[in-house]
């Protein structure tokens, strides 16, 4: 079989633009087929490249199925936002949760502040550990001083509710009542900065931020009684400290965002129990 002749010319093209009335030629284009195939190489990479910067850097983008707009990325941002608050406020109830709990069955409390502290938080104690022993080792020889001349406090603890003095947490108006079901506390309507006040001697158990409520403080009191105050913008005392009924343990301040946010939210527990604090305590 014969071989190809390489001196044969190659074979060339021509596309031609001519007039149709004077039949004379405009432009005439003329190209072999290796440039023929270049040709095409180039226009389809221009035409891929023209498509990309198209689609990349105009709002053509968005016409795209499933290509995130400006709208689905703030919803996104604002989702990612809402999940951390969400699972922060979780911990902090599930610290409240285990707190109240241990402290109900009497069992030992853990100390929740440096905890608390890591989040919103902020320890308002400036007495170091030293004064705090020396306070804790005074309130045990009261104690026992008080047991050996029979003038314990006993029976005190034993009184029933019905026996107890109770002191108002705020001068106020109560502008949502005890339900049982739907709001199993009441709230106290009071200018923003009133001073919130111990219902009973106790000792502070909790003090934390809730997201919704603002400051919360919690009194453990003698009969297994708590009080739970809730939306105040300062906390004056913080856990662990001993107060008397009428002492200032926080300031009210408007922190809830819910509707009606000048109130004190008020809560009286009982072995374990909401219990309506307007049966024995006069606002």
Request: a neutral charge; glycine letters at 8%; aromatic letters at 8%.
């Amino acid at each position: 079989m014969g071989r190809q002749n390489p001196d044969a010319p190659k074979r060339k093209y021509t596309v031609s633009v001519v007039d149709n009335e004077t039949h004379d030629t405009l432009r005439a284009i003329r190209f072999n087929k290796v440039q023929l195939i270049y040709g095409i190489i180039t226009a389809v990479l221009a035409v891929l490249l023209v498509s990309y910067c198209l689609f990349s850097f105009t709002p053509l983008r968005n016409t795209i199925p499933g290509y995130p707009d400006a709208h689905a990325r703030r919803q996104a941002v604002s989702n990612a936002i809402k999940i951390d608050s969400l699972e922060n406020a979780l911990l902090r109830w599930d610290l409240y949760a285990q707190h109240l709990s241990r402290m109900l069955t009497g069992e030992q409390t853990a100390n929740y502040d440096s905890l608390v502290r890591v989040g919103s938080t902020r320890y308002l104690s400036d007495k170091d550990a030293a004064e705090l022993a020396r306070r804790d080792s005074l309130l045990r020889e009261t104690v026992q001083k008080e047991d050996q001349f029979g003038v314990s406090s006993r029976a005190e603890r034993d009184l029933p509710i019905e026996g107890m003095h109770f002191f108002a947490p705020i001068k106020g108006v109560v502008a949502t009542g005890f339900d049982r079901a739907l709001h199993p506390a009441i709230d106290i309507s009071a200018p923003t900065g009133s001073v919130v006040s111990a219902v009973l001697d106790g000792t502070v158990v909790f003090t934390g931020w809730d997201a919704e409520e603002g400051y919360v403080v919690i009194l453990h009191h003698r009969g297994d009684l708590l009080s739970v105050y809730t939306n105040n913008q300062k906390v004056l005392r913080t856990a662990g400290e001993t107060v008397k009924a009428g002492t200032p343990i926080a300031l009210v301040g408007g922190t809830s965002t819910k509707e009606g946010a000048d109130h004190l939210h008020f809560e009286l527990w009982q072995n374990g129990q909401r219990i309506d604090p307007t049966h024995y305590i006069g606002f």
